[in-house]
């Protein structure tokens, strides 16, 4: 089970990589554990240990790696001399059933930033960890990619582990919940789906993430529609994340988006400048981080991005910093260590590119994104894409027409306007242009 996720893991990889690095550098990991969130793969020399410990390549690594876990998985590197020193409990963790009530340590209520952006999601999050079945039930929380949603379910399942363990508390990716019921299918036998429903049915709360990839699933839809009726009709807690509202969800069958709409629905914003000064300092606070304050005002100014990467942002100006044998990171530190996140080369940036990653973040094909379809699915990501390409780079709208089929400037300038507008007036909307406007500058 761990080789194949992490083979996952390998094919994410494979594409954000030249094929040197990944050759080399990559590649050549092998994963020997995954004990208490925590991954740890083995180099084969030294050499190749300081190499995948680059800050460039290993935060590639433990991207794909949350991906693929669907948990805040820390990555660990280390060497053929260091395997002896690992502790007997760190050993692969195969069975489901162990891992059902564990939650990260590091994400608990009390070391989350509360800000405008989530005040009212963490306050819902919060009251339903401390009475579950009794408030909000089901408890949908939506918002763009590393918001904190993620956080605030392993935050509800460590207070409800210490408050309550006499609880069966499940927390599972929608990932998961599909891969488990297409191996009961697979699998033939009856005992396999009586395994499946016995796990997602007897629980006491039912924590799941990304909920959007159950869109365009009829038959993981119709299993989970059956799962969510008998935990709801036995008065017990479901919890759901997802990047977008039951609403927005187009492709998700009526009577699941009225199930997901019969209790309470909250969103989680882009964090404002204030939050995004706090969260830094509690991260920097948190892992010890020697830096100066105009370095985090600095930041939290210039990048107006998600969390988990703001945080990341952080990390590696401390970390150059440290390369250079400073014992405190300074604005010089974090004007070289941005440079290149400061003032992106335009160059280096061409339409195909902006396509590529709108259609990996969307999972969609470029035929599909440039083609006739006017399902919402793909009018949106057009749109989004159009928007993007007039934003970041100097061609004239006739050429971005060409580029989408030969579609008239006045249908690009719609399109384009119309993304203008809904930034303005559409948080959610405003999260997707900058997070994947983040992701086509990060490569």
Known sequence: MLQEQWNNVLSILQNQVTAITFDLWINTLKPISYHNDELILKAPSSSAKHQATNSNILSKIQSAVHQVFNLYTDVKIIEENEVQNLQPTHIEQTDDNKLKSKFNQKYTFDNFVVGKSNQFVHAA???????????????FIYGGVGLGKTHLLHAVGNHLNLTRPELNVLYVTCEKFTNDYVESIRSGKDKSNVSFREK??????????????????????????????????????????????????????????????????????????????????????????????DVIDFIAQKLDINI????????????YASLIGKPSATMDDAREALKDIEEPEKESLDAEKIIQTVCQFFKISKDELIGKKKNKEIVEPRQLCI?????????????????????DHTT????????????????????????????????
């Not at 999050?125 to 408890?139: D, G, R, T, Y």
């Not at 934003?391 to 971005?400: G, K, S």
């Open 200 to 293: 997602y049915r007897n629980v006491d709360v039912l924590m799941i993430d990304d909920i959007q990839f159950i869109s365009n699933k009829m038959g993981i839809q119709e299993e989970f529609f059956h799962t969510f009726n008998d935990l709801y009709q036995n008065n017990k807690q479901i919890i759901i994340a997802s990047d977008r509202s039951p609403k927005e969800m187009s492709a998700l069958e009526d009577r699941l988006r009225s199930r997901f709409s019969s209790g309470l629905i909250q969103d989680i914003q882009t964090p404002d400048y204030e939050t995004r000064v706090a969260i830094l300092r509690k991260k920097a606070s948190q892992e010890g981080y020697l830096v100066d304050n």
């Open 412 to 443: 690009i300038m719609h399109a384009r306007d119309k993304i203008s507008t809904q930034i303005k007036t559409n948080p959610h909307i405003k999260t997707l242009v900058n997070d994947i406007k983040s992701q086509i500058l990060r490569y």
């Open 387 to 407: 928007y993007l390409i007039n934003d970041m780079l100097d061609i004239p709208l006739t050429a971005i027409g060409a580029i989408f089929g030969g579609r």
């Open 125 to 139: 999050m919060q009251s339903v960890a401390e009475h579950p079945s009794s408030k909000f039930n089901p408890l």
């Open 308 to 319: 988990r990467e703001m945080e990341g942002i952080l990390s590696k100006v401390v970390f």
